[in-house]
Each structure stands twice: as C-alpha cells, then as structure tokens.
C-alpha cells in the first residue's frame, strides 16, 4: 500500500461557480471533496490535508514556507511514499520551484492544478489530481526533486511555464521537455536532471522584483524599485540579455547600494552571455556587479535569487546550475 500526503491550497482545481456573479470562485471545495472523485486505485492511500483555499494570486511565500515546516512534520511522523500539492495554475510554476530549492527530501513531490473547475464539462481537476497522486507513487522520481504534472506530462519545476491562459495543455518546458507521462495509469520517466539544488532558508524572505526591458526604456522603474527598499532585482533583458543604455545609470545605484542585481532574457530558449561590448549590454553589465542568471526565466531567476539571499550560500555562484 503506498501512502501519499496531498496538501489542498485552492485554485481553480478546487472552484465553483459564484451564484451572484456567475463566476468562478477559487478555493470553494476542499481537498477532501475533490480527492472522493478523482478514482485513486485501491492500493494507495491519500491523505489529504487542506491547508488554504486561496485562489493562487492570493499566496504568499509564508505560506509555502508553512506548507514546508507541515511536510516535515508528517515526514517525520509516519511513512510517507510521496507528496502531492494542489493549487492553481497562475503561481504555480514560481511555487513549484521555490518548493523544489527548500526542500530536499527524497520522495517525490508533485504539484498540479486545473485550468477548468471540477464541474465544468471536460474537467481536468480529477484526472491531473489522479495522475499527480500516480506520480507521486513513481520509484523513478525519487531524488528528483519537485515536479509538475499537468496533462498527463511530468515537468521538472525548473523548466515548467504556463504556456496557455485557458487550455487543458497548460503548461510546458521550452528546449527541454517533458520527463515522462502518465499513461492508462502507467508512469513512465524518459529522462531525469543531472543534480539537485537545495537552499536553507535561514532568514526572512527578501524582497525581490522583476523589470523588463523594452526598446526606450529608461531607469525609473529601477529608481522606483531602489526607493521602495527591494534587496534584488531581476531584469528580464532581451536576446543574450541587453538593456537600454538609459537603464545604466540607475543599474549601477543598485550595484552601489549593494542591491543584488540579476540579468535574464525574455527568450524562451538559450541563455544570456557577454557576446557584446557596448553600453548596456551584457558585457557592460558584467563588469558593473551584475550577475548572469543563465538560461533562468525572470519568474524563476527571482524564486533562485530571493531563496539564495534568504540562505548562506555565495549568491555569485548561484546561477552556476
């Protein structure tokens, strides 16, 4: 009998309709409603704990963080052979990941959601719940850290992006793809990542925001972020991870007051690096203390930041890997 923990948070994948509006009201049903659905196979055992029923937008990095101290708890309690966090798509590519860098356990932990409710006609909220539950079962996925699972693909939550606003095939990996399926029950991993990443948080979480570069762009938006006190700063650069060289300026404010300043690129596919030598590009950057966040979307090149600055570890080595 495999035991798994699914830990509720709310999302569309526990909504129902607002009879005044109409609408979808998010985190309406409790995980125990919606697990009685989803035909879990008799020789697994869910236990379900539904932590918050918050629509995802509504989360908060000190929710995942109790999220992970109620993990520990039962991990130490009693057996567990997998773990399975439901919530709704909008945050969670960003949630996976930051759930991947805290934890390091060796069963598998397995995130999904659902882009429609549980009582809309084609409903994805019981089949994701079941395969992610089927997942989480996986021997194969043991030391990989966290995954999502979402259409019947496994993504590694490093990679993972919500590529639809509405449709079922919600989300995907760009140049990397899938690690597996989940088919008529069976789960079958094609590929794995090569190392593990874990951050201990040891200190409270920084504030980190994210800017994106457009032509004419200008330093304000920096300024602005400089004066509400953030402690890092993602800039989501364009094509090897360029900036306005009007941006210069108020960059290098940043690099002075020792805020922590990271470059990413708005291209789905390939990684930033120092190919030019001109005023703001990447080279430039470099050379002012700004550190290269690799292949790192800005989501998640400020989950890593915000994690690393809230831990002990050398943040220039942090987008190493």
């Given at each position: 009998?495999?035991?798994?923990?699914?830990?509720?948070?709310?999302?569309?994948?526990?909504?129902?309709?607002?009879?005044?509006?109409?609408?979808?009201?998010?985190?309406?049903?409790?995980?125990?409603?919606?697990?009685?659905?989803?035909?879990?196979?008799?020789?697994?055992?869910?236990?379900?704990?539904?932590?918050?029923?918050?629509?995802?937008?509504?989360?908060?990095?000190?929710?995942?963080?109790?999220i992970k101290e109620r993990l520990d708890a039962y991990v130490k309690k009693e057996h567990v052979d997998g773990i399975v966090i439901t919530q709704g798509t909008d945050t969670l590519e960003e949630a996976s990941y930051f759930m991947h860098l805290i934890s390091n356990y060796r069963i598998p932990i397995v995130f999904t959601g659902s882009q429609r409710s549980p009582k809309e006609i084609g409903t994805d909220s019981f089949i994701n719940i079941k395969n992610a539950v089927l997942a989480a079962c996986s021997e194969d996925l043991k030391d990989v850290g966290v995954t999502v699972v979402f259409n019947e693909r496994i993504f590694h939550s490093r990679y993972v992006r919500k590529e639809h606003a509405s449709n079922i095939q919600g989300f995907n990996a760009f140049g990397y793809g899938y690690l597996g399926i989940i088919d008529n029950n069976m789960v079958r991993v094609f590929q794995k990542p090569t190392y593990r990443e874990y951050l201990e948080i040891t200190k409270g979480i920084p504030l980190?925001?994210?800017?994106?570069?457009?032509?004419?762009?200008?330093?304000?938006?920096?300024?602005?972020?400089?004066?509400?006190?953030?402690?890092?700063?993602?800039?989501?650069?364009?094509?090897?991870?360029?900036?306005?060289?009007?941006?210069?300026?108020?960059?290098?404010?940043?690099?002075?007051?020792?805020?922590?300043?990271?470059?990413?690129?708005?291209?789905?596919?390939?990684?930033?690096?120092?190919?030019?030598?001109?005023?703001?590009?990447?080279?430039?950057?470099?050379?002012?203390?700004?550190?290269?966040?690799?292949?790192?979307?800005?989501?998640?090149?400020?989950?890593?930041?915000?994690?690393g600055l809230a831990s002990n570890v050398e943040l220039k080595h942090l987008f190493d890997i």
């Amino acid at each position: 009998m495999k035991k798994i923990l699914m830990i509720a948070t709310g999302g569309t994948i526990a909504s129902d309709k607002n009879e005044s509006s109409g609408k979808l009201a998010s985190g309406v049903l409790s995980g125990e409603e919606i697990i009685e659905k989803c035909d879990i196979p008799s020789d697994i055992q869910v236990k379900v704990d539904s932590f918050v029923q918050k629509a995802s937008m509504h989360l908060h990095f000190s929710d995942l963080i109790q999220i992970k101290e109620r993990l520990d708890a039962y991990v130490k309690k009693e057996h567990v052979d997998g773990i399975v966090i439901t919530q709704g798509t909008d945050t969670l590519e960003e949630a996976s990941y930051f759930m991947h860098l805290i934890s390091n356990y060796r069963i598998p932990i397995v995130f999904t959601g659902s882009q429609r409710s549980p009582k809309e006609i084609g409903t994805d909220s019981f089949i994701n719940i079941k395969n992610a539950v089927l997942a989480a079962c996986s021997e194969d996925l043991k030391d990989v850290g966290v995954t999502v699972v979402f259409n019947e693909r496994i993504f590694h939550s490093r990679y993972v992006r919500k590529e639809h606003a509405s449709n079922i095939q919600g989300f995907n990996a760009f140049g990397y793809g899938y690690l597996g399926i989940i088919d008529n029950n069976m789960v079958r991993v094609f590929q794995k990542p090569t190392y593990r990443e874990y951050l201990e948080i040891t200190k409270g979480i920084p504030l980190v925001d994210i800017i994106k570069v457009y032509m004419d762009a200008d330093g304000k938006y920096i300024q602005a972020a400089i004066d509400s006190g953030v402690d890092g700063l993602i800039l989501e650069g364009v094509g090897r991870g360029q900036v306005a060289k009007e941006m210069m300026p108020a960059i290098k404010a940043c690099i002075r007051q020792g805020i922590k300043v990271v470059i990413t690129t708005s291209a789905v596919e390939g990684e930033v690096y120092p190919t030019y030598d001109y005023e703001g590009s990447t080279y430039d950057l470099l050379e002012n203390g700004v550190l290269l966040g690799r292949d790192y979307d800005s989501k998640k090149a400020r989950i890593k930041l915000l994690a690393g600055l809230a831990s002990n570890v050398e943040l220039k080595h942090l987008f190493d890997i």
